[in-house]
Protein backbone atom coordinates (compact mmCIF):
# COMPACT_ATOMS: atom_id res chain seq x y z
CA UNK A 1 0.00 0.00 0.00
CA UNK A 2 1.27 3.46 -0.63
CA UNK A 3 2.42 6.07 2.15
CA UNK A 4 -0.26 8.45 0.59
CA UNK A 5 -3.09 6.09 1.17
CA UNK A 6 -1.54 5.45 4.37
CA UNK A 7 -1.35 8.78 5.86
CA UNK A 8 -5.43 9.18 4.42
CA UNK A 9 -6.44 5.96 6.43
CA UNK A 10 -4.38 7.57 9.73
CA UNK A 11 -6.07 11.05 9.02
CA UNK A 12 -9.62 9.61 8.24
CA UNK A 13 -9.54 6.91 11.24
CA UNK A 14 -10.73 9.88 14.09
CA UNK A 15 -13.05 11.60 12.06
CA UNK A 16 -15.14 8.25 11.91
CA UNK A 17 -14.01 7.48 15.86
CA UNK A 18 -14.71 10.63 17.51
CA UNK A 19 -18.19 11.46 16.79
CA UNK A 20 -19.08 7.44 17.46
CA UNK A 21 -17.14 7.30 20.70
CA UNK A 22 -18.71 11.39 21.46
CA UNK A 23 -22.42 10.27 22.28
CA UNK A 24 -21.48 7.46 24.52
CA UNK A 25 -18.62 9.19 26.35
CA UNK A 26 -21.22 11.83 27.31
CA UNK A 27 -23.74 9.93 28.33
CA UNK A 28 -21.57 8.07 30.74
CA UNK A 29 -20.22 11.31 32.20
CA UNK A 30 -23.57 12.73 32.83
CA UNK A 31 -24.81 9.65 34.37
CA UNK A 32 -21.66 9.26 36.51
CA UNK A 33 -22.11 12.78 37.60
CA UNK A 34 -17.96 13.16 36.26
CA UNK A 35 -18.47 17.24 34.99
CA UNK A 36 -17.39 20.54 35.77
CA UNK A 37 -19.84 22.62 38.00
CA UNK A 38 -19.67 26.68 37.31
CA UNK A 39 -18.36 28.09 39.87
CA UNK A 40 -16.81 31.82 40.13
CA UNK A 41 -13.88 31.43 37.92
CA UNK A 42 -15.17 29.11 35.34
CA UNK A 43 -17.64 30.65 32.42
CA UNK A 44 -19.91 27.77 31.80
CA UNK A 45 -23.28 28.33 33.45
CA UNK A 46 -24.11 24.73 34.11
CA UNK A 47 -22.35 21.30 34.32
CA UNK A 48 -20.56 19.96 31.34
CA UNK A 49 -19.22 16.61 31.08
CA UNK A 50 -14.60 16.46 31.70
CA UNK A 51 -14.12 12.99 29.76
CA UNK A 52 -12.79 14.86 26.65
CA UNK A 53 -9.00 12.78 27.33
CA UNK A 54 -11.12 9.73 27.15
CA UNK A 55 -12.60 10.00 23.99
CA UNK A 56 -8.88 11.18 22.66
CA UNK A 57 -6.62 8.80 24.03
CA UNK A 58 -9.33 6.28 22.79
CA UNK A 59 -9.32 7.75 19.31
CA UNK A 60 -5.48 7.51 18.96
CA UNK A 61 -4.96 4.04 20.28
CA UNK A 62 -7.38 2.67 18.00
CA UNK A 63 -6.31 4.51 15.23
CA UNK A 64 -2.17 3.56 15.73
CA UNK A 65 -3.68 -0.16 16.34
CA UNK A 66 -5.15 -0.08 12.83
CA UNK A 67 -2.52 2.20 10.88
CA UNK A 68 0.16 -0.36 11.96
CA UNK A 69 -1.60 -3.02 10.28
CA UNK A 70 -1.08 -1.40 6.98
CA UNK A 71 2.23 0.77 7.82
CA UNK A 72 4.67 -0.09 11.11
CA UNK A 73 4.61 2.08 13.44
CA UNK A 74 5.91 -0.29 16.38
CA UNK A 75 8.75 2.41 17.58
CA UNK A 76 5.84 4.43 19.16
CA UNK A 77 4.37 1.66 21.54
CA UNK A 78 6.66 3.29 24.74
CA UNK A 79 5.79 6.88 23.57
CA UNK A 80 2.03 5.52 23.38
CA UNK A 81 2.25 3.65 26.52
CA UNK A 82 3.48 6.76 28.95
CA UNK A 83 0.82 8.32 27.10
CA UNK A 84 -1.98 6.00 28.47
CA UNK A 85 0.00 6.64 31.78
CA UNK A 86 -0.46 10.43 31.58
CA UNK A 87 -3.85 10.30 30.94
CA UNK A 88 -4.78 7.83 33.63
CA UNK A 89 -3.08 10.26 36.44
CA UNK A 90 -5.26 13.03 34.60
CA UNK A 91 -8.38 11.26 34.98
CA UNK A 92 -7.49 10.87 38.60
CA UNK A 93 -6.86 14.08 38.85
CA UNK A 94 -10.49 14.95 37.28
CA UNK A 95 -12.22 13.02 39.82
CA UNK A 96 -10.86 13.17 42.88
CA UNK A 97 -8.19 16.40 42.22
CA UNK A 98 -4.55 15.60 42.70
CA UNK A 99 -2.12 18.49 44.44
CA UNK A 100 0.22 20.41 42.10
CA UNK A 101 3.62 19.28 43.80
CA UNK A 102 2.03 14.98 43.16
CA UNK A 103 0.93 16.14 39.42
CA UNK A 104 4.40 17.98 39.10
CA UNK A 105 6.09 15.13 40.35
CA UNK A 106 4.37 12.72 37.44
CA UNK A 107 5.02 14.85 35.11
CA UNK A 108 9.06 14.79 35.89
CA UNK A 109 8.82 11.29 36.01
CA UNK A 110 7.04 11.03 32.51
CA UNK A 111 9.46 13.08 30.94
CA UNK A 112 12.59 11.18 32.68
CA UNK A 113 10.73 8.02 31.24
CA UNK A 114 11.01 9.42 27.48
CA UNK A 115 14.68 10.86 28.11
CA UNK A 116 15.92 7.30 29.12
CA UNK A 117 13.95 4.72 27.24
CA UNK A 118 12.70 6.33 24.07
CA UNK A 119 15.45 9.20 23.66
CA UNK A 120 13.72 12.29 23.40
CA UNK A 121 15.55 14.96 24.46
CA UNK A 122 17.52 18.51 23.68
CA UNK A 123 21.09 17.16 23.06
CA UNK A 124 22.08 20.55 20.62
CA UNK A 125 21.49 24.06 20.20
CA UNK A 126 21.96 23.76 16.68
CA UNK A 127 24.51 26.93 16.76
CA UNK A 128 22.34 29.15 19.04
CA UNK A 129 25.00 31.52 20.55
CA UNK A 130 27.39 29.35 18.80
CA UNK A 131 26.51 25.75 20.79
CA UNK A 132 26.41 23.28 19.40
CA UNK A 133 26.30 19.51 21.27
CA UNK A 134 25.50 19.59 24.98
CA UNK A 135 26.29 17.15 27.49
CA UNK A 136 24.22 14.47 28.61
CA UNK A 137 23.35 15.91 31.96
CA UNK A 138 22.85 19.30 30.44
CA UNK A 139 20.75 17.57 28.00
CA UNK A 140 18.41 15.64 30.75
CA UNK A 141 18.12 18.89 32.81
CA UNK A 142 16.89 21.28 29.16
CA UNK A 143 14.73 18.16 28.39
CA UNK A 144 13.20 17.81 32.08
CA UNK A 145 12.56 21.69 31.78
CA UNK A 146 11.26 22.19 28.40
CA UNK A 147 8.93 19.11 29.09
CA UNK A 148 7.45 20.62 32.50
CA UNK A 149 7.07 23.84 30.77
CA UNK A 150 5.16 22.12 27.39
CA UNK A 151 3.11 19.96 29.31
CA UNK A 152 1.57 22.65 31.92
CA UNK A 153 1.35 25.22 29.06
CA UNK A 154 -1.21 23.17 27.32
CA UNK A 155 -2.86 22.61 31.32
CA UNK A 156 -2.74 26.76 31.46
CA UNK A 157 -4.49 27.40 28.33
CA UNK A 158 -7.11 25.00 28.73
CA UNK A 159 -9.51 27.54 29.57
CA UNK A 160 -12.01 28.43 27.35
CA UNK A 161 -13.83 26.17 24.09
CA UNK A 162 -11.63 25.21 21.62
CA UNK A 163 -8.31 26.85 22.21
CA UNK A 164 -6.19 24.08 23.78
CA UNK A 165 -7.32 21.99 20.95
CA UNK A 166 -7.19 24.37 18.20
CA UNK A 167 -3.52 25.16 19.04
CA UNK A 168 -2.85 21.34 19.50
CA UNK A 169 -4.38 20.89 15.49
CA UNK A 170 -2.02 23.62 14.47
CA UNK A 171 0.84 22.00 16.06
CA UNK A 172 0.16 18.71 15.27
CA UNK A 173 -0.66 19.46 11.48
CA UNK A 174 2.56 21.24 11.13
CA UNK A 175 4.82 18.91 12.62
CA UNK A 176 2.66 16.15 10.44
CA UNK A 177 3.81 17.97 7.33
CA UNK A 178 7.26 18.99 8.64
CA UNK A 179 8.40 14.51 9.16
CA UNK A 180 6.36 13.58 6.08
CA UNK A 181 8.37 15.94 3.92
CA UNK A 182 11.57 14.87 5.73
CA UNK A 183 10.42 11.05 5.42
CA UNK A 184 10.11 10.68 9.21
CA UNK A 185 6.54 8.85 8.57
CA UNK A 186 6.46 7.20 11.73
CA UNK A 187 6.33 10.37 13.48
CA UNK A 188 4.00 11.86 10.84
CA UNK A 189 1.06 9.73 11.23
CA UNK A 190 1.26 10.58 14.75
CA UNK A 191 1.21 13.58 14.32
CA UNK A 192 -1.78 13.06 11.63
CA UNK A 193 -4.12 10.89 14.02
CA UNK A 194 -3.30 12.98 17.02
CA UNK A 195 -4.20 16.25 14.86
CA UNK A 196 -7.42 14.82 13.11
CA UNK A 197 -8.82 13.74 16.73
CA UNK A 198 -8.15 17.05 18.16
CA UNK A 199 -9.88 19.06 14.91
CA UNK A 200 -13.17 16.31 15.45
CA UNK A 201 -12.72 17.26 19.27
CA UNK A 202 -12.49 20.80 18.41
CA UNK A 203 -16.40 21.01 16.89
CA UNK A 204 -17.79 19.26 19.43
CA UNK A 205 -16.30 21.03 22.39
CA UNK A 206 -17.17 24.58 20.65
CA UNK A 207 -20.29 24.30 18.53
CA UNK A 208 -22.39 21.29 20.43
CA UNK A 209 -24.57 21.79 23.32
CA UNK A 210 -26.16 17.97 22.91
CA UNK A 211 -22.72 16.71 23.47
CA UNK A 212 -20.59 19.22 24.73
CA UNK A 213 -17.67 17.86 26.85
CA UNK A 214 -14.21 19.65 27.93
CA UNK A 215 -11.25 18.08 27.92
CA UNK A 216 -10.29 18.11 31.46
CA UNK A 217 -6.81 17.50 32.72
CA UNK A 218 -6.90 14.27 31.61
CA UNK A 219 -6.73 15.59 27.94
CA UNK A 220 -4.89 18.42 28.81
CA UNK A 221 -2.13 16.49 30.12
CA UNK A 222 -2.03 13.63 27.26
CA UNK A 223 -2.12 16.78 24.74
CA UNK A 224 0.98 18.44 26.56
CA UNK A 225 3.16 15.39 26.20
CA UNK A 226 2.75 15.05 23.09
CA UNK A 227 3.78 18.27 21.92
CA UNK A 228 6.88 17.57 23.79
CA UNK A 229 7.08 14.40 22.40
CA UNK A 230 6.28 16.03 18.99
CA UNK A 231 8.40 19.34 19.22
CA UNK A 232 11.67 17.58 20.27
CA UNK A 233 14.21 17.69 17.83
CA UNK A 234 16.11 14.60 18.85
CA UNK A 235 14.77 13.01 15.83
CA UNK A 236 15.64 16.38 13.13
CA UNK A 237 19.95 15.61 13.13
CA UNK A 238 20.01 14.16 9.92
CA UNK A 239 17.23 15.97 7.65
CA UNK A 240 17.39 16.71 3.54
CA UNK A 241 16.73 20.31 4.34
CA UNK A 242 19.78 20.99 6.54
CA UNK A 243 19.27 24.32 5.60
CA UNK A 244 15.58 25.26 7.19
CA UNK A 245 15.92 22.44 9.72
CA UNK A 246 19.57 21.84 11.46
CA UNK A 247 20.22 25.79 11.73
CA UNK A 248 16.91 27.00 12.85
CA UNK A 249 14.74 24.04 14.98
CA UNK A 250 15.22 26.06 17.97
CA UNK A 251 13.72 29.05 16.78
CA UNK A 252 11.37 27.14 14.62
CA UNK A 253 9.81 25.51 18.11
CA UNK A 254 9.62 28.76 19.77
CA UNK A 255 7.96 30.24 17.12
CA UNK A 256 5.50 26.85 16.53
CA UNK A 257 5.05 26.73 20.52
CA UNK A 258 4.89 30.67 21.48
CA UNK A 259 1.10 30.75 21.64
CA UNK A 260 0.90 28.62 24.40
CA UNK A 261 4.57 28.81 26.77
CA UNK A 262 4.44 32.99 26.18
CA UNK A 263 1.11 33.19 28.19
CA UNK A 264 2.27 30.62 30.98
CA UNK A 265 5.49 32.52 31.96
CA UNK A 266 3.84 35.34 31.89
CA UNK A 267 0.97 34.22 33.82
CA UNK A 268 3.39 32.32 36.31
CA UNK A 269 6.30 35.90 36.25
CA UNK A 270 2.96 37.72 37.49
CA UNK A 271 1.81 35.47 40.27
CA UNK A 272 5.14 34.94 41.54
CA UNK A 273 5.17 38.29 42.18
CA UNK A 274 2.37 38.64 43.86
CA UNK A 275 3.59 36.67 46.34
CA UNK A 276 1.47 33.52 45.07
CA UNK A 277 1.72 30.00 43.98
CA UNK A 278 2.95 29.94 40.60
CA UNK A 279 -0.40 27.45 40.11
CA UNK A 280 -2.66 29.73 42.05
CA UNK A 281 -5.78 29.85 39.86
CA UNK A 282 -6.87 33.16 38.38
CA UNK A 283 -8.08 34.86 35.68
CA UNK A 284 -5.38 36.61 34.35
CA UNK A 285 -4.67 34.61 31.18
CA UNK A 286 -4.77 36.37 28.11
CA UNK A 287 -7.97 34.53 26.80
CA UNK A 288 -9.80 35.44 30.01
CA UNK A 289 -9.02 39.03 28.79
CA UNK A 290 -10.11 38.57 25.54
CA UNK A 291 -13.22 36.65 26.97
CA UNK A 292 -13.84 39.70 29.63
CA UNK A 293 -14.21 42.11 26.29
CA UNK A 294 -17.27 40.58 25.79
CA UNK A 295 -16.55 37.86 22.83
CA UNK A 296 -17.28 34.84 22.20
CA UNK A 297 -15.33 31.93 23.13
CA UNK A 298 -14.73 31.08 18.78
CA UNK A 299 -13.81 34.64 18.10
CA UNK A 300 -11.28 34.84 21.42
CA UNK A 301 -9.79 31.26 20.39
CA UNK A 302 -9.86 32.41 16.44
CA UNK A 303 -7.73 35.31 17.01
CA UNK A 304 -4.96 33.31 19.47
CA UNK A 305 -4.68 31.05 16.83
CA UNK A 306 -4.08 33.55 14.19
CA UNK A 307 -1.51 34.70 16.48
CA UNK A 308 0.40 31.53 15.91
CA UNK A 309 0.27 31.47 12.23
CA UNK A 310 1.57 35.14 12.46
CA UNK A 311 4.66 33.50 14.82
CA UNK A 312 5.26 30.83 11.85
CA UNK A 313 5.27 33.09 9.02
CA UNK A 314 7.96 35.14 10.87
CA UNK A 315 10.11 32.39 11.46
CA UNK A 316 10.14 31.38 7.70
CA UNK A 317 10.38 34.27 6.16
CA UNK A 318 13.64 34.99 8.64
CA UNK A 319 14.90 31.42 7.50
CA UNK A 320 14.51 32.09 4.10
CA UNK A 321 16.23 35.80 4.15
CA UNK A 322 19.28 33.16 6.05
CA UNK A 323 19.29 34.83 9.03
CA UNK A 324 22.33 34.66 11.66
CA UNK A 325 20.82 31.34 14.03
CA UNK A 326 20.91 33.96 17.20
CA UNK A 327 19.70 36.77 15.59
CA UNK A 328 16.35 34.90 14.16
CA UNK A 329 16.21 33.56 17.52
CA UNK A 330 15.79 36.72 18.72
CA UNK A 331 13.83 38.48 16.42
CA UNK A 332 11.16 35.23 16.75
CA UNK A 333 11.08 35.88 20.67
CA UNK A 334 10.89 39.42 20.39
CA UNK A 335 7.85 39.32 18.06
CA UNK A 336 6.36 36.38 20.47
CA UNK A 337 6.31 38.52 23.68
CA UNK A 338 4.85 41.68 21.08
CA UNK A 339 2.32 39.31 19.83
CA UNK A 340 1.04 37.61 22.98
CA UNK A 341 2.07 40.35 25.70
CA UNK A 342 1.50 43.68 24.27
CA UNK A 343 -2.64 42.65 23.71
CA UNK A 344 -2.79 42.06 27.83
CA UNK A 345 -0.60 44.99 28.83
CA UNK A 346 -2.81 46.97 26.63
CA UNK A 347 -6.40 45.82 27.04
CA UNK A 348 -5.58 45.42 30.92
CA UNK A 349 -3.95 48.95 30.76
CA UNK A 350 -7.35 50.71 29.47
CA UNK A 351 -9.83 49.03 31.76
CA UNK A 352 -7.71 50.25 34.41
CA UNK A 353 -7.13 54.09 33.60
CA UNK A 354 -9.21 54.50 30.49
CA UNK A 355 -12.49 52.93 31.03
CA UNK A 356 -14.41 54.77 28.39
CA UNK A 357 -11.85 53.25 25.91
CA UNK A 358 -12.14 50.29 27.20
CA UNK A 359 -16.10 50.05 26.84
CA UNK A 360 -15.51 51.32 22.86
CA UNK A 361 -12.85 48.61 22.31
CA UNK A 362 -15.24 45.45 23.72
CA UNK A 363 -17.96 46.71 21.55
CA UNK A 364 -16.18 46.88 18.61
CA UNK A 365 -14.75 42.97 19.28
CA UNK A 366 -18.52 42.78 20.33
CA UNK A 367 -19.57 43.59 16.71
CA UNK A 368 -16.90 41.28 15.01
CA UNK A 369 -17.54 38.19 17.15
CA UNK A 370 -20.87 38.33 15.96
CA UNK A 371 -20.30 37.69 12.50
CA UNK A 372 -19.45 33.87 13.50
CA UNK A 373 -22.27 33.56 14.95
CA UNK A 374 -24.26 32.22 11.48
CA UNK A 375 -21.27 29.51 11.28
CA UNK A 376 -21.45 28.59 14.84
CA UNK A 377 -25.09 28.25 14.37
CA UNK A 378 -24.95 26.10 11.22
CA UNK A 379 -22.34 23.78 12.91
CA UNK A 380 -24.49 23.35 16.38
CA UNK A 381 -27.21 22.28 13.85
CA UNK A 382 -25.12 19.82 11.66
CA UNK A 383 -23.30 18.14 15.24
CA UNK A 384 -27.00 18.42 17.28
CA UNK A 385 -29.61 18.37 14.63
CA UNK A 386 -31.37 21.46 15.80
CA UNK A 387 -33.10 24.58 14.17
CA UNK A 388 -31.91 27.27 16.14
CA UNK A 389 -29.18 27.29 19.06
CA UNK A 390 -27.56 30.20 21.17
CA UNK A 391 -24.90 31.81 20.58
CA UNK A 392 -21.44 30.30 21.08
CA UNK A 393 -20.31 30.77 24.54
CA UNK A 394 -19.77 29.09 27.94
CA UNK A 395 -16.52 27.66 28.91
CA UNK A 396 -14.33 26.32 31.78
Same mark, same amino acid.
Given at each position: ?43 ? &? ?162 ? &? ?66 ? &? ?39 ? &? ?78
Amino acid at each position: MSIELVCLIAALLPVLLVPSLMPLTVFLARRKRLTDAPNARKLQ &SEPVAVLGGMVIITSISISLTVTNVFYDINSLFPSLCIMIVMFVFGMFDDLVGLSWTFKFGLQMIMVMLLFFCGSFGFYSFYGLFGLYDTPYWLSFLLSAFFGLLLINAVNFIDGIDGLASSMGVLIAGVMAYWNYYHSFMVSSLLSMIVGSTLLMFFFYNVFS &SKYKIYMGDSGSLLLGLFVYISANPAPYNTLNDEFLVDRYFISFLLALTSGITLDLVRVVLTRLLRGQ &SPFHPDRNHLHHVFVDLGISHLMATLHLLFRSVVMLVVWYV &SAIFEMQVTMQFFVVLICSVVLFWLPYIRITFLKEHYPLRYVRLSHRWQRCSKWLDPFANLMSRILDGRRKVKTIGGGQ
